[in-house]
């Protein structure tokens, strides 16, 4: 999302709002979120209100891409339980019994589902009120808000749900919530299977709803460029609609094919899943050049290391700078990671030419006043050219996954591509000898191309690890990769 919607104030995504109880509705609320849906602008202001709710530090902007998951990934130094910094030593100990952490497992889970609650008020409404819409938005409204819904409960089942290869249908898992109600009573915990039913026929009639998606029929260099199109040639086909603009940063089309081939992949559904992937991986623009490409060393040597023409779905964070200076950027920066640690996970004897790693691309150490070693600091998300500045665009789901996720699936010769626009030794292309081996490599590539981004943890979910070797020995138990409910929900499971 970019500055075409961006003047959106965030109280428009907290039209629903919690008090004690799960996902109370106050009744002026009620009242005022009715009279948004008199206008077609009203639903592209609900929905907008989405997804800055999803890009907040709660969910996106930090909690769910570089804190929670990357801490249970042990991707960050753990200091000591006695620190200032312990909440990163229990996160990464599994320790969810802490005042910190129970807290922060509530912020996150009432996140996503008040903006689920957000959606489902679109979707309540839309269908009443059609001839409200004008050049395809009601399909592309509609189609966004059923993706988004399946999008996020899959990411709760991720979280708080079962390891994958360990269900059985009949299990509990999440609540799948398709209305806006505040009765808690009816918000309960439904079956595994129900779960993944409900995600895909969501998915599936997002897919049919977007099927003439502007991304579908402009490059992405186009939609980017709507001031004028900077520096694009103006006599080329544009939408007319500046609400058509920034697909990348909305749930478009093959944000939805991409989320097809993650849900498939963590049930087991191999063929589906390569099928998906496939969809994403070939998608060419009407002169024939690939909708999306994977990062190259020249956007690494930009500092551009989340790859913006990899970016299939992000989210825009007005807060990112606030948020991560902290995190990332100044000298009492919490996260970081030892160089010899860091070193073996990328591999650095073997691939020395690593796009990502070279350079201080992606680390960089640096001295700290009064101290009396350097400090590893984090670079993915520093503005290019810029130490003190984030970058605001931050990746859901980028091209790259889709390669693994085909690599995973039986096209092994993909992974060479992946290899070579990373610059990493050949070498390692034979080495996909059987599944195992296969799993073996993608742990290690998982781990340097996702790094602060989230993924990670899922990967060793996915598997169900019993140890994790990096960085160092630790032990998992089967119970630590299903997070425990919020208190506060408990009562409703």
Known sequence: MKNIYLYLLIPVALIFTSCNKWLDIQPELEMRQTAMFESEQGFKDVLTGAYIRMATPELYGLNTTMKLPEMMAQNWTIPSENSSQAEIYYISNFDFTQTSTKDLLEKVWLQYYQTIININSILEHIDAKKDLFANGNYELIKGEALGLR????????????????????????????????????????????????????????????????????????????????????????????????????RFNYYAVKATKARYYLWIGKKTEALENALVVIDAQDNDAKSKFTLGSDAEANNGQLTFPTEQIFAVNSTLATQTLTPVFFNYSTAYTQSETSLKTAFETTLHSSDIRYRNNRLWESRV??????????????????????????IPLIRLVEMYFIATECGREDLFKVYRLSRVLDASIDGTLTDADAVKERLEKEYRKEFYGEGQMFFFYKRYAYGTLSWPVAKEVTEASYKLPFPESQMTFE
């Open 150 to 249: 399946a999008f996020l409960h899959f990411e709760i089942l991720r979280y708080w749900g079962p390891i994958p290869s360990k269900v059985k249908a009949g299990d509990k898992a999440i609540p799948y919530v398709k209305m806006v109600t505040k009765n808690p009573q009816e918000l309960l915990a439904v079956s595994y299977q129900e779960v993944i039913d409900n995600i895909l026929t969501d998915l599936n009639n997002a897919e049919q709803l977007l099927a003439n998606d502007p991304i579908l029929t402009y490059s992405n260099a186009i939609l980017n460029s709507p001031d004028n199109l900077q520096g694009v040639n103006q006599d080329l086909p544009h939408p007319e609609d500046e609400f058509h603009y920034f697909r990348q940063a």
């Open 368 to 393: 700290v006043p009064l101290a009396s070693a350097a400090f590893n600091y984090f670079k993915k998300y520093n503005e290019s050219g810029s130490t003190v500045t984030a970058i605001t665009d």
